[in-house]
């Protein structure tokens, strides 16, 4: 079974590049972020055989979910907090597996609002969780965590002090995910250095390798034993005119 998380930074302007990709890569899930907008081409994919569920928000953030077989959405937004309308959070199931799709804030600059709100929106994520854990429920969470976990998930640590994406703060709130026994699913198969989900348009940080890792997925116990492979497509952030991201795919056995 293949999994995909992809930050596409525009459902519009990569409306081409995901049919692409589905065509090409033919994933089972395919997890997007950053849709941008309250339009939503369901037809399009209906068209390649898949069905979709979209989270949507006027000019920013967005969630979606594709697949080949029926979703059965649980949460639209991230419990804990009824006055967050952002879109950021679905949580479905399909194939009988729970999956979450995230788009975990930015929380720059951290010295405002935006990064308390990273940490609220990461301690309510942790509670969600571990209500799963406790109720002996399977779960791939994937997508964009804005988060760099070590230094070796970017190109030069010492740019990215003080930034919220590799902020103690951060840190210890992943870790703290990681601690109701998950696993970095990309990490559990490739330990190296330079493996990245992202790089800036600036600066020619794609053709100098400048990235960071910060799109993953994390496993419950029950799905990191099913896990076969979790590795970085770079192929698309090469295509014209390309999202900043690029895929992350899981595959597992079934």
């Known amino acids: 079974m293949k999994i995909v998380s992809w930050n596409i930074n525009s459902i519009k ?3 081409e590049h995901v049919k692409k990709f589905l065509s090409e890569s033919k994933p089972d899930i395919l997890m997007v ?3 941008k907008g309250l339009d939503f081409p369901e037809n399009e994919f209906k068209e390649l055989g898949y069905e979709t569920k979209a989270i949507t928000q006027k000019a920013y953030n967005g969630v979606a979910v594709f697949s080949k077989t029926h979703i059965e959405v649980i949460h639209t937004k991230l419990p804990g907090d009824k006055n967050d309308n952002q879109a950021r959070y679905i949580e479905f199931e399909a194939q ?11 929380g720059n600059p ?6 308390s709100y990273k940490l609220a929106w990461m301690e309510r994520l942790y509670k969600r ?3 799963l854990r406790k109720e002996n429920i399977a779960f791939v969470i994937g997508g964009d965590f804005n988060i760099i976990p070590e230094n070796k998930d970017c190109y030069d640590p010492k740019t990215w002090q003080g930034d919220a994406l590799f902020h103690p703060k951060t840190h210890k709130a992943f870790l703290k995910l990681l601690h109701l026994g998950l696993t970095d699913a990309f990490r559990m198969q490739d330990t190296s250095e330079d493996n990245y989900t992202f790089w ?8 100098n390798g400048n990235g960071i890792r910060i799109d993953h997925f994390l ?4 799905i990191t034993d099913r896990m076969e492979n979790c590795f970085i497509d770079p192929t698309p952030r090469g295509w014209e005119k390309p999202s900043d991201h690029t895929p992350i795919i899981l595959e597992i056995s079934t």
């Open 13 to 15: 302007a990569r409306l």
């Open 33 to 35: 972020q950053e849709l």
């Open 96 to 106: 009988n597996i729970r999956f979450i799709n995230i788009y975990l804030p930015n």
């Open 110 to 115: 951290v010295d405002t609002e935006k990064f």
């Open 129 to 131: 969780l571990k209500t």
């Open 200 to 207: 800036d348009y600036q600066r020619g940080a794609w053709q």
């Open 219 to 222: 496993l419950s116990p029950e």
